[in-house]
């Protein structure tokens, strides 16, 4: 094969690669992506706070949310959501982080109140693989080497419809064997909150607070959106 041949392959090549790479961009771009903040526990175990940021798509607007969880209750503390999304989109080069810690700054109040500690950010005992996908039934295995217990944490979903018209719940059985091999078990979550748009939940991280009595799962939830999905975080509570 001549040089000139072996140009217009090496073209093609290009031209195919190019092609591909435009194609997935486009896929990923369907739909937009939020970034999980952990933010602490209170020096006692009780609270637990987390904030997830993103932007929109297509609008590219930036987008926050904070939370503060009652980790006994499983639920949001009193006024313990807040959000913002700002009107104009983001400039080239930005990612939503500007909004986030905005958001964080102006409620400071938040965590005082609840004696949130930074530094406190508890032991991690699973971190998903990076490009785990989520599984019905999904079952992951860990252990928490300062206590010496071991867990196994299955997530068993409900998931109704398909497409944007999906409504969906999920909860988590626990069971936690002890150094002795003793077994206790929990249910963790409420399947009785059903979501709309939400067609897949797969563990992402799982926490354990400095007195070993709190443990928080933390939960990717895949979206239906346009052409593809959203992905945004929620947590689900427990203490021992």
């Known amino acids: 094969m001549g040089v000139k041949g072996k140009?217009?392959?090496?073209?093609?090549?290009?031209?195919?690669?190019?092609?591909?790479?435009?194609?997935?961009?486009?896929?990923?771009?369907?739909?937009?992506?939020?970034?999980?903040?952990?933010?602490?526990?209170?020096p006692d175990g009780r609270t637990y706070m987390f904030g997830q940021y993103g932007v929109l798509s297509p609008s590219l607007k930036p987008w926050a949310e904070l939370y503060v969880v009652d980790m006994a209750a499983n639920i949001f503390v009193p006024n313990g959501r807040v959000s913002r999304t700002l009107n104009e989109p983001i400039k080239a080069g930005q990612d939503g982080s500007a909004v986030f810690h905005q958001l964080l700054a102006s409620n400071s109040n938040l965590t005082s109140r609840y004696?949130?500690?930074?530094?406190?950010?508890?032991?991690?005992?699973?971190?998903?693989?990076?490009?785990?996908?989520?599984?019905?039934?999904?079952?992951?295995?860990?252990?928490?080497?300062?206590?010496?217990?071991?867990?196994?944490?299955?997530?068993?979903?409900?998931?109704?419809?398909?497409?944007?018209?999906?409504?969906?719940?999920?909860?988590?059985?626990l069971e936690v064997r002890s150094p002795e091999g003793q077994i206790r078990n929990y249910t963790v979550g409420t399947p009785s909150v059903v979501r709309q748009g939400v067609n897949s939940y797969n563990?992402?991280?799982?926490?354990?607070?400095?007195?070993?009595?709190?443990?928080?799962?933390?939960?990717?939830?895949?979206?239906?959106?346009?052409?593809?999905?959203?992905?945004?975080?929620?947590?689900?509570?427990?203490?021992?």
């Open 7 to 42: 140009s217009m392959l090496l073209k093609k090549a290009i031209f195919s690669i190019l092609i591909i790479f435009l194609t997935c961009a486009s896929v990923l771009w369907a739909g937009d992506n939020a970034v999980f903040v952990d933010l602490g526990f209170s």
């Open 115 to 173: 004696n949130i500690n930074n530094n406190n950010k508890g032991q991690p005992l699973y971190v998903s693989r990076v490009g785990n996908l989520p599984e019905r039934g999904e079952i992951i295995d860990f252990r928490d080497f300062v206590s010496g217990n071991s867990y196994r944490a299955q997530l068993i979903p409900s998931i109704i419809g398909t497409g944007r018209n999906v409504r969906s719940s999920f909860y988590i059985n």
């Open 203 to 240: 563990f992402k991280r799982v926490i354990i607070d400095s007195t070993g009595e709190s443990i928080i799962f933390v939960i990717e939830m895949r979206r239906a959106a346009e052409n593809s999905f959203d992905i945004r975080y929620m947590v689900e509570a427990h203490r021992f």
